[in-house]
């Protein structure tokens, strides 16, 4: 959210308001009332009758709809999305199409897990079939990256769950409302652990591209980076580790002798013992993880967990926050 905060103040925006429900407090606490100049507002997903029920994309959309209706057009954007799209380009199209809504479309090897688009000649979305399970129209799906006119309210329900996937985007197709922008930027959904590592290498690739070098402090010597890696602040690291290829590690973490760490994420403050292994895992910050430990790939441990020392954790193995793990675990 803050590379997409970013780029949307580069692109001249200076406005934006978070729908939030899960973990509000904390990305309000983080991102505050601005950032690079773009003033914050949030509006928390839920009904008034019941607090704790999320109104869903559409909903979400609607309780904005006093700060937004007399806008000419605004963008909608998925929080959970890496991307380089233009904006600029994109809202061009949609105001000289004239139509009520742009949908950002890329194509993936998988649909099946997106809104895929049947598109016509003229560009026009003919057909919006959310999560197709099999005989997908094409493999261009919804970037989740939206231009709206406001005359998109009337379709969406008040103070109730409303999907603007599943049922306002399939209604303006019929209607001949909505256009395609095929986006060919760098794009990924890191909405799931494995794509939120494949999008860390991605963009420490591209990064670390214009550095000639990366330090990590107060280390000791021989051990070993395989690039591509990016080490915070204060990182301490034993003999003979090695890091890398595809590794990120927080601000303060404390690496032992002999460790090694491939395709990982590391939060900061992390403290991993000698002769640890970690693959295709993400540590949440402040975890305590004990000599001789090896964690397969996919597993996800929560902030301030605790890993004893000699403990395997087998591939996809999720440790909840605070948790204490003495013995083997497999996939919870």
């Not at 934006?16 to 773009?38: C, P, Q, T, W």
């Amino acid at each position: 959210m803050d590379l997409t905060l970013k780029k949307l103040a580069e692109s001249g925006v200076s406005e934006a308001i978070l729908a939030v429900n899960f973990m509000a407090d904390a990305l309000e606490r983080v991102f505050g009332k601005s950032k690079y100049r773009v003033k914050l507002r949030y509006l928390r997903d839920s009904t008034l009758e019941s607090p704790s029920m999320a109104l869903g994309t559409g909903g979400a959309i609607k309780q904005a709809e006093s700060l937004l209706k007399k806008e000419n057009c605004f963008f909608v954007q998925n929080g959970d999305i890496l991307s380089e799209i233009n904006y600029e380009e994109i809202v061009q199209l949609h105001k000289t199409k004239g139509v009520m809504a742009t949908l950002a479309l890329h194509k993936v090897k998988d649909p099946s897990r997106y809104g895929v688009v049947k598109l016509s000649s003229t560009g026009f979305i003919e057909d919006f079939i959310e999560k197709p399970k099999k005989d997908a129209p094409s493999n261009l799906v919804n970037a989740g990256i939206y231009v709206f006119n406001p005359e998109v309210f009337k379709y969406i329900p008040r103070g109730k769950p409303c999907s603007i996937e599943r049922e306002v985007f399939p209604k303006l197709a019929r209607e001949r409302k909505l256009r395609g922008y095929e986006a060919s930027n760098l794009w990924i959904d890191v909405g799931k652990p494995v794509d939120y590592i494949k999008a860390n290498r991605i963009w420490i690739e591209k990064v670390e591209a214009s550095r000639s070098s990366i330090t990590a402090t107060k280390s000791e010597e021989n051990w070993l980076i395989l690039q591509p890696i990016c080490i915070d602040e204060n990182v301490t690291i034993g003999r003979t580790s090695e890091i890398g290829p595809n590794a990120s590690l927080g601000k303060g973490c404390q690496i032992g002798q002999a460790v090694k760490i491939s395709n990982s994420i590391i939060f900061p403050t992390v403290t991993i013992g000698n002769q640890t292994i970690i693959t295709g895992t993400i540590i949440g910050a402040g975890v305590k993880i004990g000599e001789k430990v090896r964690i397969g790939t996919g597993c996800l441990i929560g902030d301030k967990a605790t890993i004893r020392d000699g403990v395997k954790l087998a591939n996809h193995t999720k440790v909840q926050p605070n948790k204490e793990v003495s013995n083997n675990a497999r996939r919870s």
